[in-house]
Every structure is written in structure tokens, then in C-alpha cells.
């Protein structure tokens, strides 16, 4: 069964959480010739559900290994590509595990699988965080085929205590009210699911859909086309406020605080990027899947442009030294910071940087093996690349989508 709705009591659902360990990144110093010699052939070139399920052939104790990897990176079962669209990555033990991962599961019949590793290479799987039967009530459930529900872009937090999952998903018109905004019964929406266990029971919460906060902003910041998807929360470190970013499909992507409970988004709201580069378009324009992180004081957020998928989608940064202060767009890199290389097409869906067992901050990404006509969610299989420093700009590896070296 799927999750019931909440019994309206004039009081909203909370749970008080604090966004802990938050990972510092100390990229390494790279030699400026060859970055420059990269990015200028770049240039070129260029969480209301219910609980986990168990997953078959799950193992509960992790096998010895190298830390060396090469991508993609492999199903530790199998030893077939990891299929994961959109992961989101984070660094915590329980019990020999050191790290969780989930990823984008589109149509399929469970949705977000999780799996887990002791070394960021070695990924064994560990269930499903809404399992057929047990998705959010306000949403339409995924049953295989694509015209029903949909499941996009996870984003997994360790919050004081609690786990916290934001995520889009394809909104169920007759479950809840959106007032004076119609949204069709396909439109994407975001949500939030918190749980003390990875095994659930988790509860769910719209959070944000299109238009919402039109009336509590200027003429900047209007909400007006497509659904709101790949959502992501960064923590300022100074201050300890709570941002989201999600992309408006499919053109923008927008800025917002959150409450202290990480369940209330706004009132205000910033457009943080939008289509300004020639690298973007690929017949259409798009800039998507933001990844917001701070590094020295400043704000960047990763995201993606141009096509999902061929070799024109790559990911780009944007950045800024004051996250709300401003209704202008960030302050752009000119160039892709990662892009296709043979055998690894399209990059993207990058998750917000985790240290590796050795200290060093990695880019866990997607990237397809070939192009795709048909538009095959799950033919995007997981990489990694280091995070790097030139100038203040961050570089994923050596720019080149596949490349396994942890500095260039």
C-alpha cells in the first residue's frame, strides 16, 4: 500500500534536523599549463514513503580491495557498470560501510536504489528507499512504463541522527491542492523524506512545485514554465544557513533558503544560472542539475548543459560570494570543467563532493557509454573524478569524462 496521507491537524508535519559533517574541500593544486591546455581543448570541443526493501543478493560484509579504480565504476556483485543516473553520494559508517549511494530510477518499478561501500569503488546494492507499493501519496507511483510515475535526482543527507532525502518526482493532481497554480498530472515536483534508518519507515512531504512562491517575489524571480526537478541543499559554513537549488525544466535554476528543519523553502528565491554559453545548447538550451558546495568562503554550484544524451552535455560551475544578497545570476566559468571523452559521453548529474578513504574530495557522475537515441535512463553509468583547484575554479580530473587519475 502506499503511504497514507497525514490527518490535518492545523499543526505541519516537522522534523527538526541540523545539516552535520558537511564535507571541506581541499582540492589539490594543479599546474597551470596543462589545466589551461585542458580547458581550452574543452573550449574546442567542446524524502511519504515507506521503508527500504532488501535488495537480492545484498552483502553484508565487504570484500578486501584496491583503492585504485577505473571507470565506470563496476556493480561489486556482478561486476557489470554500475547503472546510475544522477548519483548522490555521502560519507558515513554503519557497521563495515563507509559511504551510501543513491541514484536516479526514472519509471522502474522501485524507486532510488541505494547501495553502499567501504572505499567509494566497490558498490554493493542495499535496497530501494520507496519500493513499488510503498511511494508517496501525493505522487503518481512508478510502475515500469513511462508514461507513469517518474523518480529523479536524489539527493542523500546525514542529518543530525536522521537521514533526509530530497527528490523530484511526477505529481499526483488528486491528492493535494496546489491552489490558484494547475499543474498537470505530469508535472515534476520536489519533494523531502527523512527517516533514522536507511530501512524506513520514511516520510514524505511536497516541498516545492512550479509557481509557488511567484507571489512572494519580483519580476526576477517568477516561476512560469515545466516541472522543478533535481533538487540539492548545501549548508553556508559561516553562518549555518540551509540553501536549496533545483532546476526549473529547462532553463533555469533557482535559489532558495530553508528552514532550520530543512522542510519550508523561501519565501524569497534568487535565479542562480541560467542559458548564457554557446556550450549549453545543443539544438535546445538547457542548464540543469545543480550541485551546490563552498570552498574558501565562496558558493559555487556545479550543473549541466545541452543535451542529456550525447557528447554535448557537460558540466559547468557558476559562483558566488553571497549566496542571496543579489538578484543577478552567478557569476559563470566560461568553459565545461567536464566533459565527453571516447567511450564516456555526456557527464553529468555530479554529486556534491566526498573525501575518499585517503582524504582526497571525488566527483561521483554519470556519463553514457554511447550516444542515445532512445533515451535510456538507465544507461548512465557511475564514474569518479577528483576535484581539482586552478584560479579559484574548480576542474573534475583532467576535464575529460572516464579519466581515473586523481589529479591531472
Known sequence: MPEQPPRRTGVSNSWSFVVVNRISFQGARVRRCLVVAVLAALLGGALVG?????????????????????NPIRDGLTGAPLSCPDPSAIKYQQGPWNYFLVCTSDSALNAFPIWKSIDLVHWYPDGWVFPHGKQPWWALPSTGLTQDGRYWAPALYRIQGRWVLYFATTYNPAAQDTGSYELGSH?????????????????????????????????????????????????DPTTGQLYMFWAEQTRQIWEAPLSADGL??????????????????????????????????RLYVMYNGASTWNSSYAVGVAATSDPMGSAEPFDKYPSPILGSAPGFLGPGGVAEPVEDPAGRSMVMYHALLNDDSHHVSADRYLSMGALNWVDGWPLIGDGKAGDSAVAP
Open 187 to 235: 508535472t515534476m515536483v520536489i519533494g523531502a523524506a527523512t527517516a533514522t534508518s536507511l530501512a524506513g519507515p520514511w516520510h514524505t512531504q511536497l516541498l516545492h512545485y512550479r509557481g509557488e512562491l511567484n507571489e512572494q517575489n519580483g519580476p526576477k524571480a517568477q516561476e512560469h514554465y515545466g516541472g522543478d526537478i533535481d533538487p540539492a541543499v548545501v549548508r
Open 50 to 70: 515507506a521503508g527500504v526493501g532488501s535488495a537480492s543478493g545484498s552483502s553484508d560484509s565487504p570484500p578486501p580491495g584496491s583503492l585504485e579504480f577505473h
Open 264 to 297: 519550508t523553502l523561501g519565501p524569497k528565491m534568487r535565479l542562480a544560472v541560467t542559458v548564457s554559453r554557446p556550450w549549453e545548447c545543443d539544438g535546445a538550451c538547457v542548464v540543469e542539475g545543480p550541485e551546490p558546495f563552498f570552498h574558501d568562503g
